[in-house]
């Protein structure tokens, strides 16, 4: 293979499938974000670690698109997002799991579950989320509100892998979760890498973190500080505590 060729092929088999450069967001008049900048490789899992009010849930919602003001570039797949729509953002296929969950309370599992469009192909079928998340199916005729904190979340995460998106958003997901449950999750977490799924996931629970994750980015006052390899992480144990006030 020529030389310039291999160069275009080893950048295509290294390149980000999202790339944040500069991003600023603001709440009104309040300047939140200041400047966040990360990269997250294709089947990658990352986290973003920090306190409460770092700016983790906003940078979410700036790369969704759901934040009114932003600034900066988002790169998703090659595609500059900064300026789109969130609708159009989510059809490119990135799917936001919010740590609300966003159940319907007038609606059913299943209907929960059917509700958002398939955007992309290769989203997963009905049966592929009950392989997930074997509760849901003994649940389907449930209200969505009448669901355990575990099973609002499954619902939840598999409502947006149904969508086809490749890259997921998941913020706080074992927020309030049994021990078990969490563990559950981080079960599922794992299939998803190992399935070819990319995750950027906000998390406090930075054992939990270090159990999915392959790196971890820290967020301080709408910055992103520090970026930690999960191989080095007992290597630097200190200074996260220190970075998470713990």
Known sequence: MPEAARDIATNAATAPLLSVRGLNAWYGEGHVLHGIDFDVSPGEVV?????????????????????????GSVVFDGAETIHMPSRTIARLGIGYCPEERGIFSSLSVEENLLLPPQ??????????????????????????????????????I???????????????????????IVDDIGRTIARLKNEGFTI???????????????????????????????????????KLHAYLGV
Do not use: C, W
Not at 130 to 139: A, H, I, S, V
């Open 200 to 238: 950027v996931l906000v998390e406090q629970n930075f054992r939990f973190a270090s159990r999915v994750a392959d790196r971890h980015y820290v967020v301080e006052q709408g910055r992103v500080v520090d970026m930690i390899p999960n191989a080095e992480l007992d290597a630097n144990i200190d």
């Open 47 to 71: 986290t973003l670690l920090g306190r409460n009010g770092a700016g983790k849930t906003t940078t979410l919602k700036s790369i969704i698109g759901i934040m009114r003001k932003r600034t």
């Open 119 to 156: 955007v992309r192909p290769g989203g997963l079928t009905v049966e592929q989320i009950f392989d997930l998340f074997p509760n849901l199916r003994e649940r389907l005729a449930s209200q969505g509100t009448k669901l355990s904190g575990g099973e609002q979340q499954m619902l939840a």
């Open 158 to 180: 598999g409502r947006i892998l149904r969508t086809g998106a490749r890259l997921l958003l998941l913020d706080e997901p074992t927020e309030g979760l049994a021990p078990v």
